[in-house]
Protein backbone atom coordinates (compact mmCIF):
# COMPACT_ATOMS: atom_id res chain seq x y z
CA UNK A 1 0.00 0.00 0.00
CA UNK A 2 1.29 3.36 -0.93
CA UNK A 3 2.24 5.74 2.13
CA UNK A 4 0.35 9.46 1.95
CA UNK A 5 3.17 11.57 2.36
CA UNK A 6 3.49 12.99 5.77
CA UNK A 7 4.10 16.79 6.01
CA UNK A 8 6.21 15.86 9.75
CA UNK A 9 7.42 19.20 10.08
CA UNK A 10 4.11 20.91 10.21
CA UNK A 11 2.66 18.22 12.69
CA UNK A 12 5.55 19.38 14.72
CA UNK A 13 4.97 22.25 14.99
CA UNK A 14 1.28 21.37 15.65
CA UNK A 15 1.87 19.36 18.60
CA UNK A 16 3.74 22.24 19.97
CA UNK A 17 1.03 24.67 19.60
CA UNK A 18 -1.47 22.69 20.51
CA UNK A 19 0.26 22.08 24.08
CA UNK A 20 1.05 25.57 24.39
CA UNK A 21 -1.95 27.32 22.34
CA UNK A 22 0.79 30.08 22.07
CA UNK A 23 2.50 30.53 18.35
CA UNK A 24 5.56 32.69 20.85
CA UNK A 25 5.85 29.66 23.14
CA UNK A 26 5.75 26.52 20.62
CA UNK A 27 8.33 28.48 18.33
CA UNK A 28 10.55 29.35 21.77
CA UNK A 29 10.49 25.39 21.93
CA UNK A 30 11.19 24.54 18.54
CA UNK A 31 13.67 27.78 18.45
CA UNK A 32 11.99 29.09 15.71
CA UNK A 33 10.57 32.03 14.95
CA UNK A 34 6.39 32.58 16.24
CA UNK A 35 6.36 33.63 11.83
CA UNK A 36 7.81 30.30 10.92
CA UNK A 37 5.52 28.58 13.49
CA UNK A 38 2.67 30.41 11.59
CA UNK A 39 3.65 30.07 8.24
CA UNK A 40 3.62 25.78 9.13
CA UNK A 41 0.54 25.88 10.48
CA UNK A 42 -1.31 27.82 7.57
CA UNK A 43 0.98 25.63 5.35
CA UNK A 44 -0.15 21.96 7.03
CA UNK A 45 -4.35 24.06 7.16
CA UNK A 46 -3.88 24.35 3.29
CA UNK A 47 -2.65 20.60 3.12
CA UNK A 48 -5.06 19.19 4.99
CA UNK A 49 -8.04 21.48 3.98
CA UNK A 50 -9.21 22.33 7.14
CA UNK A 51 -8.72 25.04 10.01
CA UNK A 52 -6.56 23.89 13.05
CA UNK A 53 -6.85 27.30 15.48
CA UNK A 54 -9.05 30.12 15.93
CA UNK A 55 -8.34 33.34 17.48
CA UNK A 56 -10.45 34.22 20.01
CA UNK A 57 -10.34 37.28 23.29
CA UNK A 58 -8.65 34.55 25.28
CA UNK A 59 -6.00 33.44 23.01
CA UNK A 60 -5.55 30.73 20.81
CA UNK A 61 -8.47 27.45 20.67
CA UNK A 62 -8.06 24.20 18.72
CA UNK A 63 -10.56 23.66 16.37
CA UNK A 64 -12.47 20.53 17.11
CA UNK A 65 -10.79 19.00 13.23
CA UNK A 66 -7.37 19.68 14.84
CA UNK A 67 -8.33 17.56 18.67
CA UNK A 68 -9.74 15.12 16.80
CA UNK A 69 -6.00 13.91 15.38
CA UNK A 70 -4.18 15.30 18.30
CA UNK A 71 -3.90 11.92 20.04
CA UNK A 72 -3.42 9.65 17.36
CA UNK A 73 -0.51 12.73 16.09
CA UNK A 74 1.09 12.31 20.03
CA UNK A 75 0.98 8.35 19.97
CA UNK A 76 2.46 8.70 16.64
CA UNK A 77 5.39 10.67 18.22
CA UNK A 78 5.73 8.05 20.85
CA UNK A 79 6.46 5.33 18.63
CA UNK A 80 9.03 7.50 16.33
CA UNK A 81 11.03 7.99 19.57
CA UNK A 82 10.49 4.38 20.19
CA UNK A 83 11.49 3.73 16.62
CA UNK A 84 14.49 6.13 16.43
CA UNK A 85 15.99 4.23 20.42
CA UNK A 86 15.49 0.98 19.30
CA UNK A 87 17.73 1.59 15.87
CA UNK A 88 20.46 3.26 18.14
CA UNK A 89 20.34 0.31 20.68
CA UNK A 90 22.85 -1.34 18.68
CA UNK A 91 25.27 1.72 19.62
CA UNK A 92 25.34 -0.20 23.32
CA UNK A 93 25.53 -3.84 22.02
CA UNK A 94 28.37 -5.85 23.36
CA UNK A 95 28.73 -7.43 20.00
CA UNK A 96 31.31 -6.57 17.63
CA UNK A 97 31.19 -8.17 14.45
CA UNK A 98 34.75 -8.21 12.68
CA UNK A 99 35.99 -8.74 8.93
CA UNK A 100 39.78 -9.41 8.18
CA UNK A 101 42.44 -11.34 6.22
CA UNK A 102 42.84 -14.37 7.99
CA UNK A 103 46.35 -14.39 8.12
CA UNK A 104 46.40 -10.51 10.15
CA UNK A 105 43.59 -12.09 12.02
CA UNK A 106 45.75 -14.14 13.54
CA UNK A 107 49.26 -12.79 13.77
CA UNK A 108 48.22 -9.16 14.40
CA UNK A 109 44.36 -8.73 15.69
CA UNK A 110 43.62 -11.73 17.60
CA UNK A 111 46.50 -10.83 20.37
CA UNK A 112 45.28 -7.14 20.48
CA UNK A 113 41.34 -8.65 21.01
CA UNK A 114 42.86 -11.00 23.95
CA UNK A 115 44.22 -7.55 25.52
CA UNK A 116 40.88 -5.45 24.69
CA UNK A 117 39.02 -8.42 26.65
CA UNK A 118 40.58 -8.15 29.43
CA UNK A 119 39.94 -4.80 29.89
CA UNK A 120 36.32 -5.29 28.45
CA UNK A 121 35.43 -9.00 29.51
CA UNK A 122 31.57 -8.21 28.77
CA UNK A 123 32.76 -7.15 25.07
CA UNK A 124 32.12 -10.52 22.32
CA UNK A 125 33.45 -10.79 18.83
CA UNK A 126 32.03 -12.42 15.60
CA UNK A 127 34.92 -12.95 13.36
CA UNK A 128 34.56 -13.13 9.71
CA UNK A 129 37.86 -14.18 7.23
CA UNK A 130 37.21 -12.02 4.53
CA UNK A 131 39.19 -9.92 1.80
CA UNK A 132 38.47 -6.93 0.78
CA UNK A 133 35.44 -7.39 -1.51
CA UNK A 134 32.68 -8.41 1.73
CA UNK A 135 29.62 -6.14 1.61
CA UNK A 136 29.08 -4.73 5.08
CA UNK A 137 25.37 -4.87 5.13
CA UNK A 138 24.82 -8.06 4.18
CA UNK A 139 27.45 -9.20 6.75
CA UNK A 140 26.44 -7.04 9.43
CA UNK A 141 29.64 -5.33 9.59
CA UNK A 142 31.16 -3.24 12.41
CA UNK A 143 34.67 -3.34 11.30
CA UNK A 144 36.72 -4.50 8.33
CA UNK A 145 40.21 -5.07 8.58
CA UNK A 146 41.53 -4.49 5.13
CA UNK A 147 45.26 -4.90 2.76
CA UNK A 148 44.72 -2.01 0.55
CA UNK A 149 45.52 1.47 -1.20
CA UNK A 150 43.20 3.52 1.04
CA UNK A 151 39.75 3.40 2.46
CA UNK A 152 38.08 4.79 -1.01
CA UNK A 153 34.68 5.74 -0.09
CA UNK A 154 34.58 4.17 3.53
CA UNK A 155 35.59 6.20 6.95
CA UNK A 156 38.82 4.20 8.07
CA UNK A 157 42.37 4.41 9.88
CA UNK A 158 45.81 3.48 8.37
CA UNK A 159 47.38 1.26 10.68
CA UNK A 160 51.00 1.60 9.79
CA UNK A 161 52.59 2.90 7.02
CA UNK A 162 52.46 0.67 3.47
CA UNK A 163 55.99 -1.08 4.63
CA UNK A 164 57.41 -4.35 3.13
CA UNK A 165 60.41 -6.70 4.82
CA UNK A 166 62.47 -9.67 2.85
CA UNK A 167 62.38 -11.92 5.49
CA UNK A 168 64.44 -15.64 5.11
CA UNK A 169 64.99 -18.17 7.43
CA UNK A 170 67.25 -17.46 10.32
CA UNK A 171 69.58 -20.20 9.05
CA UNK A 172 69.25 -18.58 5.09
CA UNK A 173 66.86 -19.82 2.75
CA UNK A 174 67.30 -20.34 -0.74
CA UNK A 175 66.97 -18.71 -3.37
CA UNK A 176 63.46 -19.24 -4.02
CA UNK A 177 61.00 -16.75 -3.93
CA UNK A 178 57.28 -17.27 -2.11
CA UNK A 179 54.57 -14.97 -3.87
CA UNK A 180 51.16 -13.93 -2.39
CA UNK A 181 48.61 -12.01 -4.03
CA UNK A 182 49.56 -9.01 -1.87
CA UNK A 183 53.48 -8.69 -2.82
CA UNK A 184 55.51 -6.44 -4.33
CA UNK A 185 55.07 -7.67 -8.01
CA UNK A 186 58.51 -6.87 -9.47
CA UNK A 187 60.24 -8.97 -6.18
CA UNK A 188 61.18 -11.85 -8.19
CA UNK A 189 60.15 -14.86 -9.92
CA UNK A 190 57.90 -16.99 -8.11
CA UNK A 191 59.03 -20.40 -6.66
CA UNK A 192 55.74 -21.07 -4.66
CA UNK A 193 52.68 -19.17 -4.59
CA UNK A 194 50.11 -19.11 -1.24
CA UNK A 195 47.13 -17.55 -0.19
CA UNK A 196 48.41 -15.19 2.21
CA UNK A 197 51.43 -13.22 3.97
CA UNK A 198 50.52 -15.44 6.26
CA UNK A 199 51.51 -18.65 4.79
CA UNK A 200 54.32 -17.03 2.96
CA UNK A 201 55.73 -16.55 6.79
CA UNK A 202 55.20 -19.87 7.45
CA UNK A 203 57.31 -20.71 3.98
CA UNK A 204 59.96 -19.09 4.91
CA UNK A 205 60.42 -20.14 8.46
CA UNK A 206 60.03 -24.25 7.10
CA UNK A 207 63.14 -23.46 4.84
CA UNK A 208 60.86 -22.96 1.50
CA UNK A 209 62.43 -20.34 -0.14
CA UNK A 210 62.45 -15.41 0.81
CA UNK A 211 59.11 -13.66 0.66
CA UNK A 212 58.60 -9.76 0.71
CA UNK A 213 55.60 -9.19 3.94
CA UNK A 214 53.90 -6.25 5.38
CA UNK A 215 56.29 -5.59 8.11
CA UNK A 216 53.49 -5.23 10.47
CA UNK A 217 52.40 -8.63 9.74
CA UNK A 218 56.15 -10.16 10.00
CA UNK A 219 57.32 -8.27 13.13
CA UNK A 220 56.43 -10.74 15.19
CA UNK A 221 58.35 -13.55 13.87
CA UNK A 222 61.21 -11.35 13.55
CA UNK A 223 60.96 -10.46 16.71
CA UNK A 224 60.13 -14.14 18.16
CA UNK A 225 63.37 -15.07 16.15
CA UNK A 226 61.26 -17.49 13.22
CA UNK A 227 62.39 -15.52 10.70
CA UNK A 228 64.88 -13.04 10.13
CA UNK A 229 64.75 -9.33 7.80
CA UNK A 230 67.40 -8.87 5.10
CA UNK A 231 68.10 -5.27 4.12
CA UNK A 232 65.70 -2.61 4.11
CA UNK A 233 62.02 -2.16 4.15
CA UNK A 234 60.29 -1.13 0.94
CA UNK A 235 57.75 1.08 0.59
CA UNK A 236 54.78 -0.35 -1.08
CA UNK A 237 51.40 0.74 -2.11
CA UNK A 238 48.79 -0.82 0.19
CA UNK A 239 49.04 -0.96 3.69
CA UNK A 240 46.64 -2.26 6.16
CA UNK A 241 43.64 -0.15 7.56
CA UNK A 242 40.68 -0.20 9.71
CA UNK A 243 37.59 0.69 7.56
CA UNK A 244 33.98 0.93 8.04
CA UNK A 245 31.09 2.74 6.40
CA UNK A 246 30.37 6.33 8.47
CA UNK A 247 27.22 5.34 10.43
CA UNK A 248 29.45 2.18 11.95
CA UNK A 249 32.54 4.61 12.07
CA UNK A 250 30.76 6.76 14.32
CA UNK A 251 29.27 4.01 16.88
CA UNK A 252 30.86 4.57 20.43
CA UNK A 253 31.86 0.79 20.46
CA UNK A 254 33.15 0.49 17.13
CA UNK A 255 35.53 3.95 17.80
CA UNK A 256 36.31 2.76 21.35
CA UNK A 257 37.81 -0.49 19.60
CA UNK A 258 39.40 1.77 16.89
CA UNK A 259 41.29 3.69 19.46
CA UNK A 260 42.00 0.54 21.19
CA UNK A 261 43.43 -1.03 18.29
CA UNK A 262 45.80 1.98 16.82
CA UNK A 263 46.98 2.70 20.23
CA UNK A 264 50.54 2.73 20.15
CA UNK A 265 50.92 1.97 16.16
Same mark, same amino acid.
Given at each position: MKRTHLPLNG $?? +? $?DAAARHLSFTRAADEL? #????? #?????RALEDMLGVVLFRRTPKGLELTPEAESGLDALRSGFLMFEESVQAMQAGQSSLSLTIAAPRDMTARWLQPRLATYSEANPNVHFVLLSADEGIDFSEANLDLALRLTDGPGDLEGVRLADPLFARIEA???SPDRYIEWPGAPHDAGDAHMRVADAGLAINGV? =??LGWAMVPLILAQG?? =???? +???????? +???RA?? $?VAPL??????? #???LVEALTAGE
Open positions: $LR +V $LA #VTPAA #VGQQITSGR =NGAI =NDGW +VRQVGDTV +VGSYW $LPQWRQKK #VKA
